[in-house]
Structures are given as C-alpha cells and as structure tokens.
T-cell receptor, first 115, second 111 residues
Framework: NAGVMQNPRHLVRRRGQEARLRCSPM?????VYWYRQLPEEGLKFMVY????????ESGMPKERFSAEFPKEGPSILRIQQVVRGDSAAYFC?????????????FGEGSRLTVL | DAKTTQPPSMDCAEGRAANLPCNHS???????VYWYRQIHSQGPQYIIH???NNETNEMASLIITEDRKSSTLILPHATLRDTAVYYC????????????FGGGTRVLVKP
C-alpha cells in the first residue's frame, strides 16, 4: 500500500507565477489535510478536505491560496501570484474515514522556492 | 484542542533511554495524547498515542500520569536516527480531526 504521494518534490517559481502542488492520499483514505512549514518554523495547518468538499479552511491565507479534492484524482493546493514569503515546505496528510488510531499519514512534502 | 508544553530541546546519549516530557494540564476527558516526530526535512511520522493507560509499541512507550495532566514519551534505546523534533499533541480522536502542532522538542542523539 503506497503511502501519501506528493509531487513535485521541489518546485521553483518566479514571483507572480502560479504553483500547483498535488497530493495523492493513501488508498482508501478520504480525508486530506495540507500543512505549511516555513523555514525553521513549525507545521501550520492550512486546510482539511474530503472528496469534493472543503471542511475546514481556517488556516488558509485569505488570498491567492485555494485547495480542491475532486471526486477523481489528487488533491491540489494552488498558489496564485506567488511571492517570496510563500517559499516553504508544503505537507499533505491523509486519514481514513474511520481510522483505528486517528492517525494522519504524511507525505514527504513539496518544497516551493520563489525567486 | 488543549495546548501542550514541551522543552525546546534536549540531548541524549546513543544507546540510552530518552525521556521526553509533555505537559497538557488543560486536557479534556475525551482528548488523546499523540506523539509525532519529524526527522529533518521529512514528513511527520506517527509514533504512539494513548488516552489514560500506558502504551507501548515497537517504537516507544507512552507514560500518562493518573491525572492526565502530563505524559512522557520514552525511546528505550536511542539511536542517531532518532534525532528529530518530537511533537506532543492532544486531540479528540475523531475521523477528520486535524492535528495542531506546537514547537515540539528538538532531540539530538549524540554518539
């Protein structure tokens, strides 16, 4: 059973461009979470999604950031008009609908560098 | 979710037990204590969790005080690969419930 897959692992963008980060949850998992980790800082929750629904976006910046988890395909975190402050590691996690441990399984992250 | 307090850093000798404390004095009756760790630049990794009984798995042991206001994660025989940031989190165990990470404890295992 493959783990949570994130791609790209590394992404370089110039200021003003768009960044799209993809996350494929573990097989059978219907919950996806996105976290951001700025350099030398802790993990900050951004958004929690189920298939076709955003459940909790309390950690999402109000502008330029959006997330989706379509019926088919991976979850996408989209950052429009990137700025240098968006440079960070973005981690995706997934969990099953009914988990025995309530455990979240994390991917290896996507590292965004904005030039 | 209740907040936790952990020491910012600690050192441990390779081969010795590492005891990582966590205070969660405002924990609610239905909140579990979870431990995760993040090895440099990798995604966080689940270690163990518990409600009130002590728990043990292949990675670690979790000791929760009787009043549940604090807990200790024990790595029985620390190795250099255990060098990581360890996060103690309390949360209600429910499908879809997010994890809220604090500052964690930066553990350095020394040879």
């Amino acid at each position: 059973n493959a783990g949570v897959m994130q791609n790209p692992r590394h992404l370089v963008r110039r200021r003003g461009q768009e960044a799209r980060l993809r996350c494929s949850p573990m097989k059978g998992h219907s919950h996806v979470y996105w976290y951001r980790q700025l350099p030398e800082e802790g993990l900050k929750f951004m958004v929690y999604l189920q298939k076709e629904n955003i459940i909790d976006e309390s950690g999402m910046p109000k502008e330029r950031f959006s997330a989706e988890f379509p019926k088919e395909g991976p979850s996408i975190l989209r950052i429009q008009q990137v700025v240098r402050g968006d440079s960070a590691a973005y981690f995706c996690a997934s969990s099953p609908l009914q988990g025995e441990t309530g455990e979240l399984f994390f991917g290896e992250g996507s590292r965004l560098t904005v030039l | 979710d209740a907040k936790t307090t952990q020491p910012p850093s600690m050192d441990c000798a390779e081969g010795r037990a590492a005891n990582l404390p966590c205070n969660h004095s405002t924990i609610s009756g239905n909140e579990y204590v979870y431990w995760y760790r993040q090895i440099h630049s990798q995604g966080p990794q689940y270690i163990i969790h518990g409600l009130k009984n002590n728990e043990t798995n292949e990675m670690a042991s979790l000791i929760i005080t009787e009043d549940r206001k604090s807990s200790t994660l024990i790595l029985p025989h620390a190795t250099l690969r255990d060098t990581a940031v360890y996060y103690c989190i309390v949360r209600v165990e429910a499908a879809g419930n997010k994890l809220t990470f604090g500052g964690g404890t930066r553990v350095l295992v020394k040879p």
